[in-house]
């Protein structure tokens, strides 16, 4: 039993906050990465990765424990610069749609979304959940 709660910890604070499981590209070492939950899904672990191909923010999602569907739940990706004006803004979806349910490991669901061509002056990256249409 106590071998469990050490390992639901590891996992607890594996998953918690911005965690970086790779170098962030020194070019875009400045840019501020933040993220925004729905009452569905958590936005959790989102780094910048430029690995032998394009820029890209990924990261993953969490289920809620109430939720059970998340199929309608999107991620709004937005780009600012330092003025906080939007250089860009774009909806995407993490994988897969409908997150099922671990009775071991978190409920939880990975997106990748490719930047480039990164807008010039970009210094902010907003992950948002959002459900249904805007």
Not at 40 to 47: A, E, L
Not at 97 to 118: S, W
């Amino acid at each position: 039993m106590k071998a469990l709660a050490c390992f639901i910890a590891i996992i607890a604070a594996g998953l918690a906050g911005c965690v970086t499981p790779f170098g962030v590209p020194p070019d875009v070492a400045h840019v501020k990465l933040e993220m925004g939950d729905s009452p569905v899904v958590r936005v959790t672990r989102i780094w910048l990765e430029r690995r032998s191909g394009p820029l890209a923010v990924n990261g993953y999602v969490l289920r809620r424990p109430n939720a059970t569907d998340t199929t309608q739940t999107h991620l709004d990706v937005t780009l600012y610069d330092e003025t906080g004006q939007v250089l860009r803004s774009t909806v995407e979806h993490f994988a897969p749609r409908q997150i099922p349910r671990r009775y071991r490991r978190p409920d939880a669901a990975f997106y990748r979304v490719v930047l480039d061509p990164l807008p010039a002056g970009t210094t902010r990256i907003l992950v948002q959940a959002h459900e249904g249409n805007h």
